[in-house]
């Protein structure tokens, strides 16, 4: 019976068999097939021996059923995989497991996992900037309400703000790659990691192991491989997590409904916005992307906190990563595939936006009035001090800022009333942003092939 919502609810059902029972003994299988296949590459077991276990290697013939029932008897559940596999495979099933212990097989099908993972998560983050840099080239003319401390700033294309965010994602995309590197690493080392159990041959039967399963060797590890890699990528998983979590705030902010700038994609003919209120039509999807960034931010510290095991290893780690890992990994995945869908369907109101533009009677052009103004009078600071007041006195009378500086006799002094007025449109009042637009895009759609075809073996 399901009970935790990435059982049903949350999650590709691609992320969630990267993590599902049958996907581990599979690795687990793989792995210990290749530890067995290496052992045979350096002529310590019979080259038959390797094939026959190899084949046998797979849950066509090693059941999680059957492993469950072993595991209830002997109470380990890593030995249980052995014993199951040695079932089937006798009259070899002694050469199985020689030297490893169990993390040797339980990191390295952890590293298979992540980097399952981390392809999935790319490919995401891949579309994702795609889907960004074209709404930054669809909006670059669409100008908008810039805000800061929620309060009305300066004019601002509307596609600023996905260039902004397409340059983050492709950030990221570039710190998961180099990650890759750090955290898919596997290890054939032993139980305090001097490889002793191995025998003279232990360096070359690791470094086959990990060719043939094709991650990365640790460079060094005690019974386990060190937790700081692991850190790193669910630390990077909140990060990007709570880059999603902004974009979809933003989208729930200029929902709300006196900005109402863009709205979520709604489905009129049968999708119900509240239980009680037939008219709401709320930001759900954004929402559940902010919400789930909490819980994912909150492992970052279960990450950190594993690095800090006893001597050469302890359980403390292992209970919470079971949890931790899989959680992560597939609330992300829920994350990326829902703002996606937010993105893609966005709805946008260029006319609200003009509306709110106008609604600040002219006071967002103050910055402007007051750089011109500073050129052809006594400076920047007076300058700064005249508009200041004209912008109080306008919002005091509820009157435009225009109406205010006309009146005044110190900014009439240097401004005519037809400079004032080219002034105070928005569209001149850009800066460099669309520039900024068309560098970002054009570095994204240059950079992204480049990332996601990047292939990370060993």
Partial sequence: MPIHPIEYRYGSPEMRKVFSRESWLEKMLKVEAALVQAYADVGEIPEDAARYISERASTSYVSVEAVDRIEREIGHEIMAVVKALAEVSEPYGGFIHMGATSNDITDSVLALQLKEAIKIVRKDLAELAGVLVGKAETYKDTVCLGRTHGIAALPMPFGFKFAVWASEVTRHIKRLSQCEDRVCVGKMS????????????????????????????????????PRDGLAEFITLLGVIASTLDKIANEVRNLQRTEIREVEEPFREERQVGSSSMPHKRNPEKSEKVCGLARVIRGFTVTALENIVLEHERDLTNSSCERVMVPEVCILLDEQLKTILKVLKGLIVYPENMVKNLEATRGLIMSEAITLTLAKKGPGRQWAHEVVRRCSMEAWKRQVTLPDVLKQNPEVTQYLSEQEIDALMDPVNYLGKAKEQIGKVTAYVRSTLPQLVDTTHNP
């Fill in 190 to 225: 032993g139980a305090v990691g001097t490889m002793a159990g191995f025998g003279p041959n232990a360096l070359r039967i690791q470094e086959t192991v990990m060719e043939r399963l094709g991650i990365r060797p640790a460079t060094i590890a005690t019974q386990v491989v």
